[in-house]
Structure formats: structure tokens, C-alpha cells
């Protein structure tokens, strides 16, 4: 299975953009690209996904390499509330389960 | 918004018992999951369910544990006999069709603590 890295923890502050890389190297032509989050002692919510092309929703951004290698998760303005583990997880046919690693623990800093 | 609700929030249990934990996934969706996290660990997949049969399980999800949809809203998890280690946040999940591009809708979780 392809594999995700991101950084263990930043921190951003209130009101700015936050930006949360994650690279996928060895991601194939089908995996998808998928951000889900986790807030202290609540279930994994779901933020975004995308394929080949940018994604846009009411939460946030998903910005994907021309060469899918990597992609940024992207928060437009930070409120206290975004302060959660985010997880990039790559999905693909055949094996579509969520394979979460240890994600990147985002601080907002008020 | 719809959402997966899960009971009980926190069930502390013997050493050996059974444990039931419940979930009624959102109403129209037909795939249904069970995931855990042990403390400061990684979520972790237990078993995914559809059309009343189990279409994939980890190796975590051994002969001690079972799920089922008794009725047409809830989906439960079963663990024969409980152990020290089965200590975690469990969540129910649940999505309206199958592919790498669908949604996963967590549940807010069971804690589960074994004595």
C-alpha cells in the first residue's frame, strides 16, 4: 500500500491560513487522496478528498501536485476549533478501508 | 445533519464479559464499519459490513468479537469475552456506497474499559 508522510505537529495562529502538507511518493494512478481529522475524544471527521484536480468545500482546500506525489491540506482561516490530529490517507479499489497513520497535530494558537 | 450515533459513551466491564456496543449508522447508508483506538495509538480498522455479511475484517478482529444488524437501524459489536487489552475508544461508521472516493461518517465513539 502506498504510503503517507506528514509532519508530526505545527501550529498556526488564529484567523490566519494553515497550510498541512502531506507527501505520498509512492501513490498510483487510482489511490485517492483523502483528509479526515480528529478532534480531542471525538471520531475521525471527514474534511476533504480529491483525485487528480484541486478541491474545494465549505471546510477547506485540498491542493494536489501536478505530479500527485504530494498534496496540501489547506484551512483558510484558523479558528480554535481546527486544533485536531489530520490525517492524509491515501484509498484505493480493492482495498478502501481508512488506513490511518499518526497524523499531524495542529495547535491554534489564540 | 445526519449522523452515526453510538451507546454507550463509556462502559467499564469485568474481565471476561460480554460487552455489546451499539450504533445506528445514518439512515440511508448500506456499508458499515467498526474501528478502535487504544489510548495514544493510531485508529485502527476492526471489520467492514454489508448486505448482513462481513466483506472485511483485520487481523485484530478474531473469533472473541462479532457484529451484527439485528433490526434496520442498528449495527452492533459483540466481544465474547472481554481482555485487559480491548481497552479503547471503539467507533462505528458508516457510509451510502463503496469505492475509494466515498465518505466515511464516524460515530463519536464507546469507550470501552476492561477491569
Known amino acids: 500500500d502506498a504510503k503517507t508522510t506528514q509532519p508530526n505537529s505545527m501550529e498556526s495562529n488564529e484567523e490566519e491560513p494553515v497550510h498541512l502538507p502531506c507527501n505520498h511518493s509512492?501513490?498510483?494512478?487510482?489511490?485517492?487522496i483523502h483528509w479526515y481529522r480528529q478532534l480531542p475524544s471525538q471520531g475521525p471527521e471527514y474534511v476533504i478528498h480529491?483525485?487528480?484536480s484541486n478541491v474545494n468545500n465549505r471546510m477547506a482546500s485540498l491542493a494536489i501536485a501536478e505530479d500527485r506525489k504530494s498534496s496540501t491540506l489547506i484551512l483558510h482561516r484558523a479558528t480554535l476549533r481546527d486544533a485536531a490530529v489530520y490525517y492524509c490517507i491515501l484509498r484505493r479499489f480493492g482495498n478502501e478501508k481508512l488506513t490511518f497513520g499518526t497524523g499531524t497535530r495542529l495547535t491554534i494558537i489564540p | 445533519e445526519p449522523e452515526v450515533t453510538q451507546t454507550p459513551s463509556h462502559q467499564v466491564t469485568q474481565m471476561g464479559q460480554e460487552v455489546i456496543l451499539r450504533c445506528v449508522p445514518i439512515s440511508n447508508h448500506l456499508y458499515f464499519y467498526w474501528y478502535r483506538q487504544i489510548l495514544g495509538q493510531k485508529v485502527e480498522f476492526l471489520v467492514s459490513f454489508y448486505n448482513n455479511e462481513i466483506s472485511e475484517k483485520s487481523e485484530i478482529f478474531d473469533d472473541q468479537f462479532s457484529v451484527e444488524r439485528p433490526d434496520g437501524s442498528n449495527f452492533t459489536l459483540k466481544i465474547r469475552s472481554t481482555k485487559l487489552e480491548d481497552s479503547a475508544m471503539y467507533f462505528c461508521?458508516?457510509?451510502?456506497?463503496?469505492?475509494?472516493?466515498?465518505?466515511?461518517?464516524f460515530g463519536e465513539g464507546s469507550w470501552l474499559t476492561v477491569v
Open positions: 480529491g483525485l487528480t
Open positions: 509512492t501513490i498510483s494512478g487510482t489511490d485517492y
Open positions: 461508521a458508516s457510509s451510502d456506497s463503496r469505492g475509494p472516493g466515498n465518505t466515511i461518517y
